[in-house]
């Protein structure tokens, strides 16, 4: 009772934020037979929370996890789709982000999985640009299994070009489903790419735009690639992506440099994407007694307000 907290506005989490909340984000690659982390990211995850408890000097109980598992509606398929498509928003919020990859391996493939492995998979990339295009790299953090490290120099430069990367849609060549998740990460990146463009239009404020800025430049075309090949049992074809949607950004941003408003300074969630925050924090013990999907799914119970 109590683990649970619903945030359905940035003025709620400001309010939390003010009263001494310290938000994180975990990232991770999903390698369970269920919904959320194994065991191993598990204890990592908890190593995590307890390290960072002492290094920001918060209490434990004013640390609230974003975890996906939790955090994004897993039953209701509309709220689930509006979720994704606001995961630019939700990692613009956080104080921190851990990534937390423990040797450990795939519970259906038996392949390994480790830091290597998590840099190729697409949805954490998706999580580890967003981050630190809003937030900067600076409070970004991984544990392997030891200890909270600061996040490498390279990891950013090494996982931004999104597209690149695995998923699962594309290793199964859309058996399941025919739309791919590479079309579903679009709406998402062009929020990144308009907030970016905006700060720098205004002249950028901080070492983090110019970082962002940076990086979209020296790689635009491949983070944003106009087309991607679509493979299904024994075909291919080429689908547009973001077509001509970048240069069109480019052209409102130059003409309204003054007026337009950068995302993160709207007011509430609504005014960016259909999608509520929800978040949950450990309080009191750390213990381990199954996550709350196999226990009555509690975030059921936040979707009928």
């Not at 590479?182 to 970082?211: F, I, M, N, T």
């Not at 679509?230 to 480019?250: C, H, N, Q, S, W």
């Amino acid at each position: 009772a109590g683990m649970l907290q619903v945030f359905d506005t940035m003025s709620h989490i400001d309010s939390a934020k003010f009263d001494g909340a310290f938000f994180v984000f975990f990232s991770y690659e999903c390698i369970s037979t269920k919904v959320g982390p194994n065991d191993v990211q598990f204890e990592a995850m908890k190593s995590a929370v307890v390290e960072l408890s002492d290094g920001v000097d918060k209490r434990l109980e004013d640390i609230y996890i974003w975890l996906d598992c939790v955090s994004i509606p897993q039953r209701n398929k509309a709220m689930l789709a509006a979720t994704v498509k606001s995961i630019y928003t939700f990692a613009s919020v956080p104080d921190a982000m851990v990534l937390v990859c423990p040797m450990s391996e795939h519970a259906v493939t038996g392949r390994s999985a480790s830091m290597e492995s998590m840099k190729d998979r697409m949805w954490c990339r998706v999580e580890h640009l967003s981050y630190c295009c809003s937030r900067g790299r600076h409070s970004m953090f991984i544990h392997q299994g030891n200890a909270l490290e600061p996040l490498p120099e390279d990891w950013i430069p090494s996982v931004c070009c999104v597209f690149e990367a695995s998923s699962t849609c594309c290793s199964k060549e859309h058996f399941m489903s025919a739309r791919c998740d590479r079309e579903s990460v679009v709406l998402p990146l062009l929020a990144l790419y308009y907030d970016a463009s905006v700060r720098q239009a205004r002249g950028g404020d901080s070492e983090k735009d110019d970082y962002a800025w940076g990086l979209i430049s020296k790689y635009k075309d491949r983070m944003f690639p106009k087309t991607f090949i679509y493979r299904t049992a024994g075909k291919e074809e080429v689908k547009p992506l973001f077509d001509d949607m970048i240069e069109r950004i480019d052209v409102l941003a130059r003409e309204n440099r003054l007026k337009v408003t950068s995302l993160r300074s709207q007011s509430t969630i609504g005014n960016v994407w259909p999608a509520p925050l929800y978040s949950w924090s450990f309080k009191g013990s750390l213990k381990h007694e199954g996550w709350p999907l196999d226990q009555g799914r509690p975030q059921d119970s936040a979707f009928s307000i």
